[in-house]
């Protein structure tokens, strides 16, 4: 299996050289370099450099002089694989975008079946992929507010569309009684921060020595006490009597 056939949540799937083979796979047709083992090793040493530019001075503000010194190749040899920096953007925006939605659609089937803990696993499974794309995430985050309106409008309908997935299965919970929830979409929302908290202001919990399984185990006990129903003896589940309330306030 070729390493841009290896899908987000395998063994190795967030390394640099492996999401890179997935940029290139995706612009076959604009990226002049068409053998792959010459390829990936480039490009891995152009988005790595990109990321680490940006991390430092700010993407708007990082020159393509400085991406070629940073990358090791020649101003031509960026050429070969994007024609401007709103290209170059767009790589990586892509493929963010393209494993988050990859990786929270594929729950497990028991998982998904279970309200309850397809939100466990949605927020454990963010939380470590995050982890491993730590820059992409901070990326994507920080540099929003300076990206052109087409992109940043993408950067926004990345976020949403977590939210929509978080959405989704508090939806599930409601009807199956295993939350009560007056507002999805806006409980949703609230969640998606903490997921965000773990890569933007990775330095706090690094020097509180918080572990990522601790983080992990917080945010969860912290959304169960949020969204789970309350039953008390002889009284309907609160989830039931909210279920009609929910349809209009999606």
């Known amino acids: 299996m070729g390493l841009a056939r290896q899908r987000p949540g395998t063994a190795n799937a967030f390394a640099m050289d492996v ?4 940029i290139l796979e995706r612009h076959r047709d604009s990226i002049r370099v068409q053998k792959t083992h010459l390829a990936v090793p480039n490009l891995t040493r152009i988005i790595g ?3 680490t530019l940006s991390n430092k001075h700010g993407f708007h503000a990082t020159t393509l002089r400085q991406l070629a010194e940073a990358s090791g190749l020649s101003m031509g040899g960026l050429y070969t694989y994007f024609d401007s ?12 975008a393209e494993t988050v939605a990859e990786v929270l659609n594929s729950p497990p089937v028991d998982v998904k079946q279970d309200a ?31 990206f052109p309106p087409a992109e940043r409008q993408r950067a926004i309908e990345m976020e949403v569309m977590t939210e929509k997935i978080i959405a989704g299965v508090l939806k599930q919970g409601v009807a199956s009684g295993v939350f009560a929830i007056d507002q999805v979409t ?64 999606p």
């Open 186 to 249: 806006l409980t949703a929302s609230l969640i998606k921060p903490l997921l965000q908290d773990w890569y933007v202001k990775r330095w706090k919990y690094r020097r509180r020595g918080t572990s990522i399984e601790t983080y992990i185990n917080r945010v969860n006990t912290f959304a169960d006490a949020a969204v789970a129903a309350r039953t008390r003896p002889g009284r309907v589940a609160t989830g039931s009597r909210t279920r009609s309330r929910q349809t209009a306030h």
């Open 19 to 22: 999401l890179c083979a997935r």
């Open 85 to 96: 920096k709103p290209t170059l953007l767009s790589m990586i925006l892509g493929e963010v």
């Open 116 to 146: 309850r803990k397809h939100l466990h696993w949605i927020i454990a499974t963010h939380v470590r992929m995050s982890e491993a794309m730590q820059p992409w995430f901070v990326f994507c985050f920080m540099e929003a507010k300076s």
């Open 49 to 51: 450099a990109t990321l």
